[in-house]
């Protein structure tokens, strides 16, 4: 088969999906192919290309699990529960399902918002078709109609571009946390949150150990090896059978997880699209990990995760190996 025709047919099929695929403003399969590239080369040169061998791990993990149940319930607690798996397999499918298709809608929409930021390029409005997406969709539509209270759009972009640089360089809110009286000072003081922290009680309890991380296991497998930690997706390139941590995920890192040995994330929950993907792969996976897991955790350290029993144990920070990464 034709490498590049089977690529091109697999970006007209789907060259719509992207990282972070809720966010507009973010480049697709269509506009950096080598993402698709990157991914295949890393396929061979793993040698984790095989269709076949996941659906067979995938049948052997629910082989087990349906002989536990058949041997733990009697007969009437067995059809219950077979009921109840079967209309909770079907509303796993239909979820995804839809995520899909909402996947399929926002490529859609993308298209058309950089169309507009086109043409307000062309009308020398904005300086490049990327800056719509400063604009809320009611500035654009009330610019359009004649109805906007600001004209200089460039302005407006400049003004968002330099609160969106401050928000990224900014403390992350805690997963949980409980705002009293006027939210908007607390956007202005993101430390305070930390004092609102409904978890932080949890979090300190999480381990009596100080180098084991605990978290939710999601897919069982007992794994011992490097960790490569990365903030975004950009950091994953050469991935060669580690353990990958990162704070959070998406559909659009699916294809990564053939490439490692095993899923840590500081976010996240059973039902995620993560944890529901790396079940059918057979992949280890640990999520919501407490304890400050992006903190702790440097690239090239050596840990062992337990995906049964949701722990991360730390082998010793003075023993990251030479891996050759960086």
Not at 52 to 76: C, H
Not at 271 to 286: C, D, F, M, N, Q
Request: overall charge positive; hydrophobic content about 40%; charged content about 25%.
């Amino acid at each position: 088969m034709n490498t590049i025709a089977a690529i091109q047919r697999f970006l007209n099929k789907y060259g719509f999906r992207c990282i972070n695929e809720l966010k507009l403003e973010e480049s697709t399969l269509h506009d950096d192919p080598g993402f698709v590239v990157d991914m295949v080369a890393g396929y061979v040169r793993t040698r984790s290309y095989s269709v076949a061998d996941m659906e067979k791990r995938e049948l052997e993990i629910r082989g087990k699990a349906e002989g536990v149940v058949k041997s733990t319930l009697r007969w009437p607690q067995r059809v219950l529960f077979n009921w109840v798996l079967f209309h909770a397999r079907r509303a796993v499918k239909h979820r995804e399902n839809l995520r899909f298709s909402r996947t399929k809608l926002f490529g859609v929409f993308r298209t058309l918002f950089r169309a507009i930021g086109h043409n307000l390029v062309q009308l020398h409005l904005l300086k490049d078709r990327q800056d719509v997406f400063y604009l809320t969709v009611e500035e654009i539509c009330a610019f359009v109609d004649g109805r906007a209270v600001s004209t200089d759009l460039a302005g407006l972009v400049e003004l968002r571009r330099r609160e969106y640089d401050e928000y990224r360089k900014g403390l992350s809110p805690p997963e949980r946390f409980m705002l009293r009286g006027a939210c908007g000072p607390y956007f202005l003081f993101p430390q305070l949150l930390d004092d609102l922290n409904l978890l932080k009680q949890h979090e300190s309890n999480a381990s009596l150990d100080p180098n084991v991380l605990r978290g939710t296991p999601c897919c069982p497998g007992v794994v011992e090896g490097v960790v490569r930690v990365v903030t975004s997706i950009k950091e994953t390139e050469g991935l060669n059978g580690e353990i990958l941590v990162t704070a959070k995920t998406d559909p659009g890192w699916v294809p990564l997880y053939p490439l490692c040995s095993g899923l840590v994330i500081e976010r996240g929950s059973l039902l995620s699209h993560s944890a529901v993907v790396a079940r059918e792969l057979g992949l280890p996976t640990i999520v919501s990990v407490s304890g400050g897991l992006m903190k702790r955790l440097k690239t090239g350290m050596r840990v062992c995760m337990d995906g049964g029993k949701g722990t991360v144990t730390l082998l010793g920070e003075d023993q990251a190996v030479d891996s050759g990464l960086k």
